[in-house]
């Protein structure tokens, strides 16, 4: 995580300016060493991240990723990101967050998928990260035609799926998809 990104996040939520100097102090002052081949490397300061164990980690990450939500209702809003609604009187779904799994939903129209990959981009971007493709899957209904999805694939460099399998434990689609 590109620091510069998270601090513009703190004062985007309105932190205080000590918090943020505090918060960030304590992100960027521990300096690392590696083990290699059982002996310690010199001493180096580290440029960018979150520590695992650091238990402010979790709320930064959560705070960032908040930051992508507010870029897919800047989306939305300007009438680019369409959200798929589920069944006739449903919720609108664009995105769910969970830990660090990110679930995606828009109409299947190249317009629409071209916004939803233009935010990861700038989000991408801005916080110092990549989207790893090998492990993003791109699902839709059995309406979507094989040239469509072609189109879809092509925007995303995403490969469609028939199964998106199981997620913590439980199936991703169950039933028709319709739509």
Known sequence: MDWRFLHKVLCDFGFLDKIISLILHGIT????????????????????GLWQGDPLSPYLFVLCMEKLGYMIREAMENGSWQPIQVGWVGPKLSHLFFADDVLLFTKAKASHVRAVTEVLHQFCADLGLKVSLVKSKVFASKGVTPRRRNKISNITHIQFTRNLGKYLGYDMVHGRVSN
Do not use: A, D, I, V
Request: proline residues 10%; aromatic residues 10%; positive net charge.
């Open 29 to 48: 002052s521990p300096s690392l060493c590696l083990l290699w081949n059982g002996k310690c490397s010199e001493q180096f300061l580290p440029k960018r």
